[in-house]
């Protein structure tokens, strides 16, 4: 094992797969792929170059494992330490960082070509390094994958009933706006009159739960709840990979799956909020070179870094923005295009907007906000212009949908929460929604403060024949830095109270 020199490889893997364990929850396997490969084939260039200064194979595999050290590691040191100061000098920036780094890098790889040291009596220990850093992220990834598949499935097998016939049956349309506050906290906190959107609403037919709050103040686990119908106790789930497999795979896609409806599903950017496997997934025309939200964090960590802050500071279409850009405009077409389909529908719509980050501006243009540095009226501001677009693209959706169905359809449009975690951390500010139902027929069974845990029970007690009795609406609260510390919170009051 002394003569064979591994460790370089391994050293290249371990910061994809560190990352992958600790994001495992909320990516797909398959996104790790090109950060692997991008990975081997920089540890395979490295040690060839230094092969080819030192034709000493020993002395290359520990420059390629110092490049590597540094390169994967830059963007780290550069995030933990942005905006630091040593003695008075701004040490922490990209102008001194990087010369540091080459510096660093240059006179390390001079001592390694020249040193007298024997090299290969590292090499045994290094390859048992390498080994045991890669144990426990891998242990961490099978584990939760296979956690991930048992809970996936067992939702898969519940929550079913039997066939009806569907032909006079509404499409329904179920569409979240993360992060999209109520219309007095919009006004109170920020000093937006939301009123002409609510008006064009309930000049469309829809009802406004006027007093409506979340019922979790955070997406995996509302979502979570108002796909089940119920509160997340009550469906017993414990863990990240429960909530993920019911959002996945809950009660109420089950029973429009069992009821004969086709899913349509969007990419969101957002793992758990994606269902890869409906019926119809449109892709949003990304190319080969669109970077997964994985893959930009995964280059924030490396020397890479530098090129991606001139690219956010100096483009308008940066590789990160541009992806979720691209998703939220392919997800408004195809919302129209759906009507004229023939076949029912369920359609599950997750805009990741008006939740950072802010690329929209109020007519669609491009804004790029670093929200690490902005100013809270910067990031407000921001906030709500992707409002004040997200409001008009809707309401062309609306219309689009309402003209062409040939049956009524349901739409119910959504917060899934309140104004982000760059804005607010109170759950007065967070919990209250918007939250609006188009439901034809049925309007007199919704009530101001409806929240989304009885958003579904409505529409299948009134369309579907079933017969669940409406929840009392509760709202539970758990800060941005413990988002498993849950406590109850009352409903703030509102303009309807």
């Not at 499409?171 to 939301?194: K, P």
């Not at 939250?435 to 069974?445: R, T």
Request: proline share 6%; glycine share 6%; net charge negative.
């Amino acid at each position: 094992m002394t003569k064979k020199i591994l460790y370089p490889f391994l050293f290249a893997l371990f910061p994809i797969l560190s990352l992958t364990a600790y994001n495992i929850r909320q990516i797909f396997p398959g996104e790790i792929t090109r950060p692997l490969l991008f990975s081997i084939l920089f540890s395979i260039i490295v040690l060839g170059v230094a092969y080819l200064l030192t034709r000493d194979s020993q002395r290359s595999a520990l420059i390629t494992v110092l490049v590597t050290l540094l390169f994967f590691s830059y963007g780290q040191i550069y995030s933990s330490f942005e905006g630091h100061t040593f003695l008075g000098l701004a040490l922490f920036r990209h102008r001194v960082l990087l010369p540091s780094f080459g510096i660093l890098g240059l006179l390390g790889v001079l001592w390694l070509a020249r040193t007298a040291i024997k090299i290969e009596t590292f090499t045994y220990g290094l390859n048992l390094i390498s080994i045991f850093l890669l144990i426990y992220p891998t242990f961490t990834i099978a584990y939760t994958l296979i956690q991930q598949s048992i809970t996936d499935y067992s939702s898969r097998k519940s929550n079913t009933i039997s066939q009806q016939t569907i032909d006079q049956q509404p499409d329904v349309y179920y569409i979240i706006l993360d992060g999209y506050g109520r219309q007095d906290v919009l006004e109170r906190e920020y000093g937006f009159d939301n009123s002409e959107f609510i008006n064009a609403l309930r000049q469309r037919g829809f009802y406004i739960g006027e007093c409506s709050q979340s019922n979790y103040g955070h997406t995996l686990y509302s979502l979570s709840s108002s796909l089940n119908y119920d509160y997340l106790d009550s469906l017993g789930t414990t863990t990240e990979a429960q909530r993920i497999a019911v959002l996945k795979h809950g009660a109420v896609r089950s029973t429009f799956e069992s009821l004969g409806y086709q899913i349509v599903a969007f990419p969101t950017g957002w793992s758990m909020t994606e269902w890869t496997d409906a019926d119809i997934y449109p892709d949003y025309g990304k190319s080969f070179t669109t970077l997964t939200e994985f893959e930009t964090l995964f280059l924030d960590t490396t020397l890479l870094r530098v090129a991606l802050d001139y690219d956010r500071s100096n483009s308008q279409t940066t590789l990160y923005s541009n992806a979720r850009r691209m998703r939220v405009l392919s997800m408004l077409e195809t919302l129209k295009e759906l009507p004229g389909k023939n076949g029912k529908y369920f359609v599950f719509a997750h805009f990741v907007i008006p939740h950072p980050p802010y690329s929209f501006g109020p007519n669609g243009e491009w804004i790029e906000i670093n929200t690490n540095k902005a100013s809270y009226d910067e990031i407000s501001r921001a906030y709500i212009s992707q409002i004040m677009y997200i409001n008009d693209q809707i309401l062309q959706v609306v219309d689009t949908i309402q003209s062409e169905s040939a049956t009524p359809p349901v739409i119910i449009i959504q917060g899934d929460h309140g104004p982000p975690p760059d804005l607010t951390n109170s759950p007065g500010i967070r919990m209250p929604i918007l939250n609006a139902y188009y439901l034809p027929d049925a309007n007199q069974e919704l009530y101001p403060s409806i929240s989304p845990v009885n958003s579904f029970r409505v529409v299948l007690n009134h369309y579907f024949g079933m017969n669940l009795p409406l929840l009392e609406d509760k709202s539970y609260f758990a800060p941005n830095s413990n988002h498993e510390k849950i406590n109850p919170v009352p409903n703030y009051t509102c303009p309807a109270q």
